[in-house]
């Protein structure tokens, strides 16, 4: 798993993907393959997830007291990323990162500098959570993953091997520098999963210094056209598996 945190990836990505999500759910693939735009795709999507996991809040399970019974969904997830990428919603994909690609975050609440820290405990514990892990949430993730990918490849990014993104931020806390290149250029170490903007404007929002980087699309989750209706689609905001990358530093 180390090639998958070294630039070496980063500057010539290969393909990624998660084993036998694709063969196990062929109908999805079939109805993506009709699809004629993003939009039609995005759709076909959802229906599946919902119509697998139940999770439309008309298919919200009933319990013997009338109330509904919580179904941890991808998109609660990425609501709560929306809010704080340092929640446990954060942390249960953090954790999807780490069990998937075996890139282990560096930052969630404080750095995470060793196992066994204070940080690394609290992490272990939001990311085993049982509120989210109760309607196969890993699973899920595993198909949001694919079908971006699919997405990328047919509409979004086809013929690209990466897409150039920014982030804006006031301090290194989250995010190591592994080498400093020149006054503007280092290799950092990015958290294991981590939040840019497709747009430039926005990422001046969130910080002093923003940080630009060619993301080799491979290590793209999830992306703020990605669907129809979803929390992170004003801040134009992709979400990015991390590893050490390549970036550009302008200050302000």
């Given amino acids: 798993m180390g090639f998958l945190t070294d630039v070496g990836f980063n500057d010539q990505p290969v ?92 930052f969630h609440k404080d750095a995470i500098r060793r196992i066994a820290s204070p940080a690394w405990t609290t992490y272990v514990e939001e990311k085993m959570s049982s509120r989210f892990h109760n309607n196969a949430i890993y699973v899920q993730l595993d198909l949001l993953f694919e079908f971006c990918q699919w997405a990328l490849a047919h509409f979004s990014a086809a013929g690209s091997t990466h897409v150039t993104l920014y982030r804006g931020v006031n301090a290194f806390d989250e995010h190591q520098i592994v080498q400093r290149i020149d006054k503007r250029h280092v290799v950092m170490r990015l958290n294991n999963l981590t939040s840019f903007s497709s747009d430039r404007s926005v990422a001046d929002c969130f910080g002093d210094t923003i940080l630009t980087v060619r993301v080799p699309v491979p290590k793209i989750l999830f992306f703020n056209r990605l669907l129809a209706a979803h929390p992170l689609k004003g801040e134009s905001e992709y979400l990015v598996i991390g590893g050490a990358y390549r970036v550009t530093a302008s200050y302000f």
């Fill in 15 to 106: 393909p990624l993907h998660i084993a036998g999500v694709r063969e196990m759910n062929p109908s999805l693939f079939e109805m993506l393959g009709q699809a004629a735009d993003l939009a039609d795709a995005g759709e076909a999507f959802s229906c599946y997830m919902a119509a697998l996991f139940g999770i439309d809040a008309e298919q919200r399970v009933r319990r013997a007291d009338g109330r509904s019974r919580f179904r941890s969904s991808f998109l609660d997830l990425i609501k709560g990323w929306g809010f704080d990428s340092n929640g446990p919603e954060g942390a249960v994909l953090k954790g999807w990162v780490e069990s998937r690609f075996g890139i282990f975050p560096t």
